[in-house]
């Protein structure tokens, strides 16, 4: 990870302000009643300044390390007026306009796939234009879903701007022959997978995808994907890191739209324009999912 001077200076007085903390943690410690008695529920604050003691604390490093430490492992409730800031606010999740100037109302004429972001109601109804759909469930880790995976997902190959079309032959060729059914037959030998080890095969200027996916090792082969075998494609992502049986696959036989591969290649991460360099777990977007998780509620 590389650091930028703000984020080195954020790091930095993370760092200070955990040294008081923890200094402070030493005087209170022996006068803490909850400390002696594990059984009293301890107040947030006794909480974290008793992590700290014991060393649960991760190390600073993380961009969201506040939000992991501070908000998420202590599960401070999200509430919807936050939420309703970060979709009318520019670079709330990295540079780029507030997501509500693209996304404000469910008329799909004025508003992009008719996906209000402007109201609690709009949110958890999703798209109005064809095909319908919500982008997450209340409730639901949403990691997969339409909304983060938009905030999270960058479109392959790696830099490929908004702007170019993701209805080119290549792209059909990729999405028919996951609907049918992702074969190994002789149509993919020759028509498919070629398309993988190919520069520009899906846009311009754009290296082919084997470059990045190339074997099973990481590094070099980003998510220890290989897509230069059907072998490698059926098996999928991370199957080094998480075992053979619990690698994440990019296929769905039948189904381009659940397929990893198809998301990445017709996707394009929001704000529109944003560049792959910027984290794709923005402190924000960790806090709109945790909002989701508990349950996405109005009020
Ligand atoms: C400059 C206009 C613009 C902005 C700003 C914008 N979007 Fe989008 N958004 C689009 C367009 C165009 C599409 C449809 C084309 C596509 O799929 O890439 C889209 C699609 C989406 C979808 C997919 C809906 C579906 O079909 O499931 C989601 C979710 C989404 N945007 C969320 C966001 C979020 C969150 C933000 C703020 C970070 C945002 N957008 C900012 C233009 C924008
Ligand atoms: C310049 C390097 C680069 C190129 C070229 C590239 N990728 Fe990626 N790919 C990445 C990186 C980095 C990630 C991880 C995270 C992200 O940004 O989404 C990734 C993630 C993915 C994932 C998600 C894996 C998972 O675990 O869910 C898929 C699928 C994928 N790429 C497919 C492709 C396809 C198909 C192409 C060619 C059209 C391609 N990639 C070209 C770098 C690249």
């Not at 930028?4 to 803490?32: D, E, M, Q, Y």
């Not at 649960?56 to 490093?61: C, Q, T, V, Y």
């Not at 008719?114 to 095909?131: A, N, Q, R, V, Y």
């Not at 998480?242 to 017709?266: C, M, N, R, Y």
Request: charged content about 20%; some cysteine; aromatic content about 6%.
């Amino acid at each position: 990870m590389s650091f930028t001077p703000l984020s080195k200076w954020r790091l930095f007085h993370i760092a200070k302000a955990g040294c008081v903390v923890a200094a402070l943690g030493v005087t209170l410690a022996g006068n803490s009643f909850a400390d002696d008695h594990p059984s009293v529920k301890r107040t947030i604050a006794e909480q974290f300044i008793h992590d700290m003691q014991e060393g649960k604390i991760a190390e600073a490093g993380a961009e969201d390390h506040v939000v992991q430490e501070l908000i998420i492992k202590r599960s401070i409730p999200i509430t919807y007026k936050y939420i309703n800031i970060l979709m009318n606010t520019p670079n709330a999740f990295g540079p780029g306009v507030a997501c509500t100037v693209c996304h404000n109302s469910q008329d799909a004429s004025k508003s992009y796939r008719g996906l209000d972001l402007s109201t609690c109601k709009g949110m958890i109804e999703g798209t109005t234009e064809k095909p319908k759909h919500t982008v997450f469930t209340p409730g639901v880790d949403p990691k997969r879903d339409h909304l983060i995976r938009r905030l999270r997902n960058n479109r392959m190959p790696l830099g490929l701007g908004f702007e170019n079309s993701t209805y080119t032959p290549s792209h059909m060729l990729v999405k028919n022959w996951i609907a049918e059914g992702a074969k190994n037959d002789d149509h993919f030998t020759k028509n498919v997978l070629p398309l993988f080890s190919t520069a520009n095969a899906f846009g311009p200027n754009t290296p082919a995808c084997t470059a990045c996916h190339m074997s099973n090792q990481e590094p070099p082969s980003f998510h220890e994907l290989n897509l230069s075998t059907h072998a490698g494609i059926m098996l999928g992502a991370d199957s080094v890191a998480k075992g053979v049986d619990k690698s994440t696959k990019v296929i769905v036989p039948g189904k381009p739209e659940l397929s990893f591969v198809w998301q990445h290649l017709a996707e394009d991460r929001m704000p529109p324009g944003i560049s792959p360099a910027e984290a794709r777990d923005h402190p924000n977007t960790t806090i709109l999912s945790a909002w989701i998780k508990q349950g996405a509620k109005c009020d």
